[in-house]
């Protein structure tokens, strides 16, 4: 499954704290919102991962601008909003997880995903054929 995603907020505005509870802030509501719109599809289309089997996740970014960001505050919007568009039931299903970032200048940045259903057979970060178990290829 490949698909195109908006550039989400940085995890650092994806939570608020409130009266003692942590929740979901708007930008991160909004961000959710627009990812579960995109991925709205009528029944039937195929391309889905397993819904309860282990997966590969790769995301590709490209930031909306110059700024510095950490690859790592990406993630989680990315990977719950794909679970409230019901991409797969849990993202404890991604068993590989690969994020690499492109210095492609894009307008307003976005996610690249490239979702598969394990065992890889070949690599998501080079394309070369992986070995099995059994040491063929």
Not at 10 to 35: D, F, K, M, Q
Not at 51 to 61: E, H, I, S
Not at 67 to 93: C, F, G, M, W
Request: proline share 10%; aromatic share 6%; glycine share 8%.
């Amino acid at each position: 499954m490949r698909l195109a995603l908006p550039y989400p907020p940085s995890v650092n505005h994806y939570w608020r704290h409130w009266r003692g509870r942590t929740l979901i802030s708007r930008a991160g509501r909004e961000y959710r919102a627009a990812v579960c719109q995109l991925l709205a599809r009528p029944a039937g289309q195929g391309g889905e991962p397993p819904r309860n089997g282990r997966v590969a996740l790769c995301m590709d970014a490209f930031p909306p601008d110059r700024r510095r960001r950490d690859l790592d505050n990406i993630q989680k919007p990315v990977l719950d909003a794909l679970e409230h568009a019901r991409t797969y039931e849990d993202d404890s299903q991604i068993d590989f997880l690969l994020t690499r970032r492109s210095d492609l200048d894009r307008p307003h940045g976005h996610i690249a995903v490239h979702i598969d259903p394990l065992p890889l057979f070949v690599c998501p970060a080079c394309g070369r054929a992986l070995p099995h178990g059994d040491g063929t290829v």
